[in-house]
C-alpha cells in the first residue's frame, strides 16, 4: 500500500476555517443542529466536497454523504461525523471526524490513488442531542433503532420540531434514511477524556462505547409569594429538584469508576425571584459500562423520586427518552485501526468511548470502528476544547490507512481464497 499522507496544514486550515462558523469569543463553537450557522457549513462541506469530484447526497434526516468512486461496484468504505456542536461546543468534536475525512479522500484524491470500494465522507444530523433529544438521532435513524416520522416530530425547547428545522434550512434530502448501505465506517473523534494524554499515546483504538440512559424529569408543586408564604405550607419545586440532583451525583459516585451521572439542564418555573417555584423541568445522564450497572443506577434514581418529593408535597414524573446499550465495534475494522497506528509508526490502544458517537448506532447496520485522538486535559463540550494541529494530522492518517487497509481486505475478499 502506497504510504499516502494526508496534509497537515491543509487539514487544520479547514478546522479553522469552518469553526469560524459559529465561532464564540472564547474560542470554542455554538452551531446547533439545523439552525442558520449549521446550513452555511454544509453548504462548505458539500462545496468542497463537489470540488473533489464527489457526488454528494442529503437523506430526509438531513445526513449528507459525498461519495467518490471506487473500482467495484459495492457499498462505500464510508468515515466521518457530525458538524454541529454544544451550545458551548469546541472546535474538534465531531469537526474533527469530518475535516479529517475530506482530507483522507482529497489526498486519494490528489494522488489519483483508485480504491476497491466507493469511499464515502457523511456528516450526521444532530449528534450532539442539545437542541433536539435524543442525541445521534439522525444515525439513530439511519441504523433503524428510531422511526423517521418520530425523529421529524421531536421538539426543541421553543416547540420547534426537527423536520420543521430541516425544511427551514433546506436540507430534507429525498434519500430515504437508511436505505444507504455501507460496507465499513470509520470514525475520527477526540477521546473527550484524559487517558490517552494521560498515558502519552497517539492514538486510541476504539473497541466499542458504554451505554448511556437520558430522563426527562419534570417535579411539580405550587408557585407561591417568597414573602407572604411560610416555610411549612410551600411546596417548593426547585427545592425538590436540588435535593434530586445531590441524589443524581451520588449514585454516579457510588458506581464510580465505571458509572457517571449527570444533570446538565435545568427549567425551574417561573424562574422569577420572588415566586416559590412550582415547577422544574430537568433530564438526567445516567452511564455505565455495563447495562446491568446501568438498570440499578436506574432503579436507585426512581426509588429517589418519591422519597425527595413525598415530604415536600410534589410531584413527580419521570420518562426515559434515550436508551443506548453498551457498543462493541466489529474487530476486522479496529484490527484495521491497529495495523494504520502500526504502519505511521504510532503509539496505540485499545480503549471503550464514555461519550457516545454516530458510530455506535451505524454499528449496528455497518462493520465500524473509531479512532480517537488525544484532548488537551480531557476537556470537550467546552470551549477550551483543544487538540494539536500534530495530533489531529495523527488521527487523519491513521483514519486514510485504516480505511485503505480495510478496502485491501475487501478487494481481496473479492478474489476470492488464495488469489491475490
Ligand atoms: O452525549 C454524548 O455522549 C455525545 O456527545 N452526543
Ligand atoms: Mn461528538
Ligand atoms: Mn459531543
Known sequence: MRNLSIDPERLWDTLMETAAIGGTAKGGICRLTLTE?????????KARAETLGCRVTVDDMGTMFARRPGTADVPPIAMGSHLDTQPTGGKFDGALGVLAALEALRTLHEAGYETYAPIEVVNFTNEEGSRFAPAMTASGVFAGVFERDWAHARQDRDGVSLGAALDAIGYRGAERCGAHPL???FELHIEQ???LEAESLDIGAVTGAQAMRWYEVTVTGQDAHTGATPMHLRKNALLGAARLIERVDAIGRAHAP?????????????????VVPGEVFFCVDLRHPDGHVLNSMESD???ALPEVCGPLGLDHTMQKIWDQPAVHFDPECVASVRRAAELSRLTARDMVSGAGHDACYVSRVARTAMIFVPCRGGISH??????????????AQVLLQAVLDYDRTLAERSRGPGRS
Not at 450557522?37 to 462541506?45: K, S
Not at 439542564?265 to 417561573?270: D, V, Y
Open 258 to 274: 465505571g458509572g457517571v451521572a449527570t444533570v446538565g439542564l435545568i427549567e425551574n418555573k417561573p424562574n422569577s425571584r420572588n
Open 382 to 395: 467546552n470551549e477550551a476544547e483543544f487538540s494539536s494541529k500534530e495530533q489531529c494530522a495523527k488521527g
Open 183 to 185: 460496507s465499513a465506517f
Open 193 to 195: 477524556g484524559p487517558i
Open 37 to 45: 450557522l449549521d446550513r452555511q457549513v454544509r453548504d462548505w462541506f
Open 301 to 303: 434514581f426512581a426509588a
